[in-house]
Every structure is written in structure tokens, then in C-alpha cells.
């Protein structure tokens, strides 16, 4: 079965593991399409090898120099005058270092667009992939831990290709050319001895820092786990402040950090015990070749200079190796990050386009909700068997007890959820059966809880069709009775709403959403207690323009006060997941059933606010609180 969820925390529960997740970066590194970039590739290889045949020049021309400046000292004076300094060796070791140095730098620098362009390219996928998932996954992920899961994952390719490539590869091929000069140059000994000290090193610290990383996981998880905490607690932070739980959140946090202190402390402790036996291992391995160079210079097979050229040859090499636990634990943990990261790439979403699927056709806008079963969870249905017919052009309601389901039905229709069985059409098509884009573009939906971008007024009107004139986001404010409060605030159109929308009120936050999807001018209109959180006097303003934008577009409503839906062409009352009465609102009323019983006591309800008002006014009661928001019935 395709995968649909995704666990933040856990590791390596991919096929194929890491060496996969390599395998699967290739293709970012190779792009189709893209010769630009393959030729980057190709000549960052060429200097790659270039500047490393450089390097192994260096020490070769320093013991040249050197014997050289000792056959010089064997002469007189005055013919070292005449005859000179080695001038040409050295300048020859001056160019080599130079080189070696340059050509690492130009290939760090050809190379530089190549890797980059794959972090962006990686990133935009996955940024993508987490829009096309469906609202189940983003319901039960957790957003801090994602996005550490997207972050990391870019530096771990970023460092995978800058060290990787640039720093494992380069460092074999000296290690082997080096070997390689020893055994030809010198003598096989001392080749034997270098190369044996060098697989020692690394087999050292590799053992070593493999058994050193779960401290490092530990610290990432822990992190995670803080942060995760951290961001919920601060999104949250009204609700802190309501119950006075600052204490409790801080003591939270303390614990997830606390264990990133122990596991950070382990972890720095472990690495003296890593740096303390590669300083071993290295100085024995460079003592020994030196001796058994020194014992060869006795003899005679050796000269001074080759001698100098050995000693300089193990400190170059050692050089890169010194930081090689590092550059090994940082690509293991790239690996698990890019892995990660790869993972949450092959989750599925659950709603997908099947194959071959044509958009939604322009029809008049019929909805037919034909035996609609439905369940968030297989233990609990909430809509059981539910039928129901939109005529095009006609507006029904939706009323019920909270909880009932009725915002699963707009779910549902704009496909957020597929059906367990039964169907939803749209002139006849089942929603199913079409694209989804197609889909959500007929419809425009004002959801029970609006959320709006940390932007401005404008920016989030024109969000319903963001080729909108400002002229028609204008007229969209004003059908939405919010332009008046728009132009009353310093700022207007340009006021900045705060994250998610808070610095603005619940009521004119479903302003701005009425606005909007009014300017998306959808064929099918879904308001989900699209008014709930106005005050009697605007929502009675509000419903003549939403009545208004409803005539000829097919609009299912969902309402919880039912003065708003009396005009409605059919109200649906839905209970426990089915409908119990349906009829207009005179029917219902005589039939006696629960509409009439929810309807009586909104009005009481209504009245007795009513009095408390008047008498506010008249002065014989306080201005109490207004509750025009508790309206009881549901
Ligand atoms: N994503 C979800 N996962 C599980 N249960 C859910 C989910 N969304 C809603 N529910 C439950 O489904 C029921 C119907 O929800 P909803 O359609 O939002 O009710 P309402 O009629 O108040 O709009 C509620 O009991 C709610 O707790
Ligand atoms: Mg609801």
C-alpha cells in the first residue's frame, strides 16, 4: 500500500536506504536538459585530478631543491655564486602550490552552480509535494518538525556534494597517487608503511566516530523535539497566558533541552577520545616512515631531498585525513537527512488524480451527494448514507447540532477527503473522476475558521484571484461590508493582518474571507458558518450581498443561526451523520420536528438578549458583557 503518512522522528525506514538516497540525487546532478551544467561537471572531475597531480608535485620538487642545495654545498663558495640558486626547482614548487590551490578553488567555483541549482531544485519538489498532499497528512503532521526535515535536508545535499565530492574523492586519489610515487620514486617500504598507517587511520575513525553518532542523534532528536515544543507553545500563545501555564511550557522545553545538553556533552567528550588516537596513529605512522627513510639515506639508496619529499608527503597527506571523523559523520548524518528528506517525497498523497482524469466540465453547477458514507476514522462514521440534491442555481442550508458533520460535507465536496462509498457529482460528474484543480476551482469556499497570510488587507483579498484589479477588490470589500472598516484603520488596504490573521477580529477576518472568495467568483459557493462570528446587526448587512453573490450560483450554506437561513430554497438538518427533516422554513417550522425546537430557542434566546440590551440602554442593568456570540441551541 502506497504510504500516506509521515513520522519526523523516526530513521531509515526507507528500501534501500542511504546508498538509495545517493542514487537519487544523481539525477539533480545530471539534469536533463541542462549542458550547461553537465559541462560544469565534467570540467570540475578534470580539475579535480589536475589540482592533485599538482599537489604531489610539491614535495617531489622540494627534495629535488634540497639535494640540489647539497651538491652545492660540496662546492666552493665562489662557484655556488656562479652556478646559483636552484632558482628553477623552487619556482617550479612556488607554481605547483599555487596550482594545486587555484584549481581547487576554480573547481569549488565551477561546481558551485551545479549543486546549488540541485538544492533548489530538490527543495522546490519537496515544497511542492507537501502542497499536492492532502489535508490529512497536514493535519497530523507537525509543521516545526517538517520544516527541519526540508531545511536539513537541503544543507545535507549541500554538504554532501561541496565535501563528498570535493573532499573524500580528491583525498583517495592523492592517497593513491601518493602511494603510487612512494612505491615507484622511493622505496615500497616506506609505501607499505604509509598506505598501511593511512588505512588504519581511517578504519580508526570511522569505527570510532560511527560508535560516536548516536550521541549526535540523540542531539537531533532532542533538538527536534524542543523546537517542536518551542513553536506549538508560541503559536498557542493566548491559550498559555488563558490558563497561566507558562511555568508548565517552560518545564516542557527544559526536559527536550536538557537532553540535548547531556547528548551535546557526551558528544564533545567523544570527540577528544577520536582527536587523542588519530594524533596517536599519525605520529607513529610518520615517525616510522621517517625512520626507515633515515635508515635508507645511511645506506645510500636515498638522498637528503628524498627524505624531505617523504616527511613532506605524510604531512600533506595527513592534512585533509585530519578531518575526516568529521567530514564522516557530518556525510552519514547528510545521508540520514537527505534520506529523510527523499522519504517524505515518496509519501503519497491520499487524495490523487486518477490516471487520465479530464477537469470538471462547465455545467450549470447541480450537486448531488448521492449515499455518502463517510468516517475520519474507521471506528466512528459521521456521515452515514447521506443524499442530497443541489439544484443548479438554488441555495440549500445546512443546519445541525455541532459536530454533526455538516463541515465535513464541504470537506468533502471540495475534496479534502475522499468518500468512503457513495458519491458526490457536480452535473453529474463524479468529483472523483475529475482534477482536482479543475474541481477547486468551481468553488469557492468560505471555511468556519479563517486563517489569513501575514500580509495585508489587500494582499489577502486578492488572494481569491491574484489578477484581480484593485478596483474589483474594492467592490469585493464592499459586497463583503468590510471596505468601510478597511478605510476607517489608519492604514487601509494596506494594513498588515499579523500571523495568521490575529491582529484583525474573528468577524472582520470573515470579512476578508467573504471578500475573497466574492473575487474568485466560483460557479459553486460553500459558506460555512461564513458569518458566525458578526454581530446580528453586520451579519444582517452581510447576508443581502452574500444573497446577492448566491443568485444564480449553486450555494450550499451552512449555518448555525437560523434567522440567517429562512430564505434558503431547502434547509437540511443534519443529525448524527443523517438528514432528519428537510423542507423550507415554513414547513419545517409547522412540522414541529427539530428544526422548530432548535428555531424557538434561538428566538427566546434572541429575546432575552434583546431585553438585556434595552435595558443596558435604559441604565437598570450594567452594560454587561454582550453574549450575542452564545446563541444556544447547537
Ligand atoms: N480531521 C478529523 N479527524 C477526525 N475527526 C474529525 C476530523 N475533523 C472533524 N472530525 C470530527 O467529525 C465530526 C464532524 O465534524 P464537522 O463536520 O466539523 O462538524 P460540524 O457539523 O460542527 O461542522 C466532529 O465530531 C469532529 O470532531
Ligand atoms: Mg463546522
Redesign the pocket.
Known sequence: MAKTTFDTDSVGTRKGGQLRALADLLPYLWPAGRLDLKIRVIGAVLFIVASKIAVVFVPILLGRAVDSLGALSNTSPIVVGAVGVPVGIIVMYGIARIASQALGQLRDAIFARVSQNAIRTVALRTFRHLHALSL?FH?ERQTGGLSRVIERGTKAIDFILSFSLFNIVPTLLEIGLVTAILLGRYSWTIALFTFSTVAIYIAYTMTVTEWRLKYRREMNRSDNEAMTKAIDSLLNFETVKYFGNEAWEADRFNSAMRNYEEAAVKNTSSLAILNVGQAVVMGIGATGALLIAAQAVVRGSMSAGDFVAVSAFMTQLFMPLNFLGFVYRQIKQSLVDMEKMFELLDVESEVKDAPGVKPLKGGEGRITFDAVNFS??SRRP?LRDFSLEVAAGTTVAVV?A????????SRLMYRFYDVDSGSIRIDGENIADVTQGSLRAAIGVVP?DTVLFNDTIRYNIRYGRPDATDDEIVAAAKLASIHDFIMSTPDGYETVVGERGLKISGGEKQRVAIARTILKRPRILLF?EATSALDSRTEKDIQQSLREVSRNRTTMT?AHRLSTIIHADEIVV?DKGTIAERGRHEELLTRGGLYATMWRRQQEAAEHLKALEEAADTGAVSPIKRVSETVPGE
Open positions: 490529512r493535519l475520519y476514522d459521521i445541525g455541532s459536530g454533526a458533520g455538516k463541515s465535513t460535507l468556519q460555512d451552512i443534519l
